[in-house]
């Protein structure tokens, strides 16, 4: 017996060229589309590689210095963190440089709570030995690279009450300090006015 004749099918017709501005159908992708997380992930391995790459090539050209040290100083002086705390009257005007007006954070400057998250320690008000342990200990909390500021007459040698027992003269007797910061109380802007002068220091870092 004879197999029945198999059914060939017809080809398919040519698809038609689209006319300029007519209803051609849109082309329809039937491969299951990649998730969204795996190409994250698919990027965020090249990048990785990609990155060492380019940097090894950069550092084989010029010296680390040259290359690596301005990226760093330009991200650390956009990028400061100060400790949020406050000793005395000078703390008020500290806290108002993050308020609506003087909007401390638009140069970068975000206050935080731990010291272990800050590089920069404002201290705002008078120092006395009894918190002096206390301030050198959340000093040496913070990673380097760390620098200091002494806000008002106070933290920068005493202030009024520089003769006193009880008060440290100048907290640079205790941490080292990187600007200074004159007026009792300094106002907001000369508080934003020494956080610009640390960025030109940060900015000139060469070791
Ligand atoms: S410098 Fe003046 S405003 Fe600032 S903590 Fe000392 S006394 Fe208060």
């Known amino acids: 017996m004879s197999a029945p004749p198999q059914t060939v099918p017809a080809p398919a017709p040519a698809a038609a060229p689209a006319a300029a501005g007519g209803d051609a159908p849109l082309p329809v992708v039937d491969q299951a589309a990649v998730p969204f997380f795996e190409i994250e992930t698919l990027r965020a391995r090249e990048f990785i590689p990609a990155a060492k790459e380019a940097l090894t090539s950069l550092l084989k050209e010029k010296a680390e210095g040259n290359v690596i040290r301005p990226v760093f100083n330009w991200a650390g002086r956009n ?65 380097e690279p760390k620098w200091a500021i002494a806000m008002g007459n106070c933290a920068t040698g005493g202030g009024p009450f520089r003769t006193a027992y009880s008060v440290v003269p100048g907290v640079d007797k205790l941490i080292p300090v990187d600007v200074y910061i004159a007026g009792c109380p300094p106002r907001p802007e000369n508080m934003l006015d020494g956080v610009l002068r640390l960025e030109q220091l940060i900015k000139e870092r060469r070791d």
């Open 79 to 143: 990028s400061l963190f100060p400790l949020h705390w406050g000793l005395a009257c000078c703390a008020i005007e500290f806290a108002a440089a993050f308020g609506a007006r003087w909007d401390a954070e638009r140069f970068g400057v975000v206050p935080r709570s731990s010291p272990r998250q800050c590089d920069l320690l404002i201290v705002n008000g008078t120092v006395t030995w009894k918190v002096a342990h206390k301030l050198i200990t959340l000093y040496e909390q913070m990673p």
